[in-house]
Nanobody, 123 residues
């Protein structure tokens, strides 16, 4: 069992940057592929980015590639999402998720989810 807690969301102006974090409980954090998803208001949840167990490989949604970066610190049981050049359409609840699969970009492939953190980008 893995429990995930996101933090760092908030209100930011368009063009700005924000970093959100996700801390995982348990001792096996390094055995999970970690991902970030988001759910804009009135829309379905969508994949943002994922990172392999070691942190050596990342997978990004084409629409966010270059602006959003994922990283992890296995010693701190933490995964980060750095968001740059934010746009109003990036407004969403951002969720971190964990899976035992080696590669996963679909929400159904993830076994554990955090409660989400709200990111609002003003124009």
């Amino acid at each position: 069992q893995v429990q995930l807690v996101e933090s760092g969301g908030g209100l930011v102006q368009a063009g700005g940057s924000l970093r959100v974090s996700c801390v995982a409980s348990g001792r096996t954090f390094s055995s999970y592929t970690m991902g970030w998803f988001r759910q804009p208001p009135g829309k379905e949840r969508e994949f943002v980015v994922a990172i392999s167990r070691s942190g050596g490989t990342t997978y990004s949604s084409d629409s966010m590639k270059g602006r959003f970066t994922i990283s992890r610190d296995n010693a701190k049981n933490t995964v980060y999402l750095q968001m740059n050049s934010l746009k109003p359409e990036d407004t969403a609840v951002y969720y971190c998720a964990a899976t035992a699969r080696s590669i996963a970009t679909m929400s159904w492939e993830y076994d554990y989810w955090g409660q989400g953190t709200q990111v609002t980008v003003s124009s």
